[in-house]
């Protein structure tokens, strides 16, 4: 297999002393001696291109996510999905429901202490979430979205916005519309900003302020988890 590019590093280094299980359609990041069941953590990748040899599980910026929370404490998971364009996000936001509900169905996992993270394009198959807020989802996290103009928020479930400064024009202003919108119904927001991150700023930007606005919003996600 070819050797992973370099920019998909993830900025923080995170020693992992749990397991890793493989399952259909996800990875399980467990913490070591792990009792549960645990909160978990649903890691929502953008998409890649089919031709792209590696796949979202194998990518070092999700396994980080997943294994800087386990270290935390709570359950890791990375989804892996066949979603190569946003003309798939329909389809593919069906199957994350049917991944999130496996997911909840994890002996290791608390089915009513469940966060989504969506990363970039990602956060085009969460939308049923801002308008419907469960009560086991605990938290949505969306990192760097791109965002549905059309997806409805209702008061529900908190949510954590990753917001990067140098972010093109065209999908910054879905991203404030969002939080307008959310702003709007009294939603319960919390934004992360990183002034001179780029999108991707996780793996692109090697920077102490890339590294405190991750370990930021994994603080304000697994909070919401434990409370």
């Known amino acids: 297999m070819p050797q992973l590019p ?3 590093e993830f900025v923080v280094g995170v020693p992992f002393s749990g397991t890793t299980e493989q399952r259909d359609g996800f990875d399980v990041y467990l913490p070591a001696g792990a009792g549960g069941p645990l909160p978990a953590v649903v890691v929502v990748p953008g998409p890649a291109p089919a031709a792209y040899p590696f ?9 980080g996510y997943s294994r800087l929370v386990a270290e935390r404490g709570v359950v890791g998971v990375v989804v892996d999905q066949p979603y190569h364009g946003v003309a798939d996000a329909a389809a593919q936001a069906a199957e994350l429901a049917r991944v999130v509900a496996a997911v909840r169905a994890l002996d290791e996992v608390d089915a009513e202490r469940v966060a989504v993270w969506a990363f970039s394009g990602g956060a085009l198959l969460v939308g049923r979430w801002l308008g419907e807020s469960p009560e086991w989802l605990r938290c949505l996290a969306l990192s760097y979205p791109l965002v549905d103009p059309a997806d409805e928020v209702r008061l529900g479930r908190p949510l954590v916005v990753t917001r990067v400064g140098r972010e093109l024009p065209e999908r910054q202003v879905t991203v404030d519309g969002l939080l307008e919108r959310a702003k709007g119904v009294r939603a319960a927001v919390q934004v992360v900003d990183v002034p001179d991150g780029q999108h991707a700023f996780d793996v692109l930007d090697h920077t102490e302020q890339s590294r405190a606005a991750v370990v930021e919003a994994v603080d304000l996600v697994l909070a919401y988890l434990k409370a």
């Open 6 to 8: 370099h920019e998909l």
């Open 55 to 63: 796949r979202p599980r194998q990518w070092p910026v999700y396994q």
